[in-house]
């Protein structure tokens, strides 16, 4: 299943052509239809006749994938093999090795080959093989040659294949082709921009089994991480504890404590374009604690906190001319008041600040309402909306208003 906040709805009338060969994997690609086709993404899709001894273009027309091609010669005297150019996007998952080996030859001698070698656009290839043969010479050689050429490669994964055997051969999982499609159909404005992003709450140990911390899931960190890396960017994600798969192209540092998140991005930040500071830190620490795990005694329990680093006004103090940062607010009250004196107050030059006491906004939701402001005064307030498009549509204002 896709996770989601990989679902980025913005891709409406985008195509996308599915190529299917024959491989035990390509089941898969009917669960890439239907991912697809619930961003409003049209699909069409053709099947080799190996393809069709696993799956039936009746099952990919089910769901909704139109058109669809099998045969060369299947309507008589057409040029199906033209018809994929009004794609966006060109996908081959599964892949065998026999199909790299056309791609990298420039053969057409099916139908798949021939819209293949016909299509302007780009092309991503997922394989899926014995390990034997995505490691045979004459594979790894057709890799790099297609690499060459400008396609979107998407290794195996490693694992158990079908015949028993163990190692790399497995096909890619359905999220990774998916969202490496969706950065295939995504605006590029981002690119060449570093962009460092810290999500996910902290937590600061009591003993070895008790922690001070708060609800965040860090989806909204997650839901900016992919938007950035979607539209070209490199993206370096400072990660607390959290449960959030994030896309191969995102480098990811896990930490626990705030000032372990502290020591990470203060490292990083010098080399980036951006930094948006989306965890929700924890303020203050328990003092460290001798014994491995504290006694019940009767007694009340009183520990004497320490501040933690302020990552955000520390990092956003020493930035260099030219870079930006962006800084978040949960706040309980005074919404606008509380955000604009934490946008100056940490030189920061936009500000994203949400109420944590509203359904449907703050902690542990996949929808959020925000109020957003920028160092030159500009003030928008957001509805309701999931907090994709939230993370989409603040990369846009700082597209628009950053050099």
């Known amino acids: 299943m896709i996770p989601a906040h990989y679902l980025f709805d913005t891709f409406h009338g985008k195509r996308v052509h ?8 390509a089941y898969k690609a009917l669960d890439l239809t239907r991912a697809f086709l619930r961003l409003n993404i049209q699909v069409g899709a053709t099947l080799t006749e190996s393809a069709r001894r696993f799956v039936t273009d009746l099952s990919f027309g089910a769901l909704g994938a139109d058109p669809l091609f099998t045969d060369m010669f299947a309507a008589g005297m057409n040029y199906d093999h033209l018809e994929p150019a009004v794609a966006d996007a060109f996908v081959v998952a599964p892949a065998t090795a026999n199909t790299l080996a056309r791609m990298a030859n420039g053969l057409a001698d099916d139908l798949l080959s021939c819209q293949l070698l016909a299509y302007p656009g780009p092309v ?3 394989p899926a093989m014995n390990p034997r043969m995505w490691s045979a010479p004459a594979t790894r050689h057709n890799w790099e040659v297609l690499g060459q050429r400008g396609v979107v490669r998407i290794e195996p ?3 158990s294949v079908a015949c028993g055997d163990t190692g790399q051969g497995r096909l890619a999982p359905l999220e990774e082709i998916f969202i490496r499609t969706l950065a295939a159909l995504s605006p590029q404005d981002m690119r060449g921009k570093k962009v460092m992003l810290t999500l996910g709450p902290t937590r600061e140990y009591f003993d070895r089994v008790r922690f001070w911390s708060n609800p965040s899931t860090g989806t909204m960190g997650a839901c900016l991480a992919i938007a950035a890396a979607l539209r070209g960017a490199e993206v370096t994600a400072v990660t607390g504890p959290v449960d959030l798969p994030l896309p191969a192209m995102i480098r990811r540092i896990p930490v626990v404590s705030a000032r372990e998140m502290f020591e990470a991005a203060r490292d990083v930040f010098p080399s980036q374009d951006i930094g948006c500071f989306t965890a ?4 203050f620490r328990p003092p460290a604690c001798e014994l491995g795990k504290f006694k019940k005694g009767g007694a009340p329990l009183a520990l004497t906190f320490e501040p933690n680093p302020d990552i955000l006004a520390t990092l956003s103090g020493r930035k260099k001319p030219g870079q930006v940062t962006v800084g978040f607010a949960a706040e309980a009250q005074d919404l606008e008041r509380n955000a604009a004196g934490k946008l100056e107050r940490k030189n ?7 109420p944590v006491d509203e359904a449907g906004a703050g902690f542990a939701t996949p929808t959020n ?3 957003v402001m920028d160092r030159h005064g500009r003030r928008e307030s957001w509805p309701q909306l999931p907090k994709t498009e939230i993370a989409w549509r603040i990369w846009d204002w700082i597209s628009m208003n950053t050099p």
């Not at 599915?18 to 994997?25: C, K, N, P, Q, R």
């Not at 929700?280 to 303020?283: G, H, I, T």
């Open 157 to 159: 994964d490693c694992g």
């Open 124 to 126: 991503l290839v997922a």
């Open 348 to 354: 920061l030059d936009l500000i994203v600040a949400n």
């Open 18 to 25: 599915l190529g299917v060969t024959g491989s035990i994997a």
């Open 280 to 283: 929700a830190v924890a303020d």
């Open 369 to 371: 309402r925000v109020l």
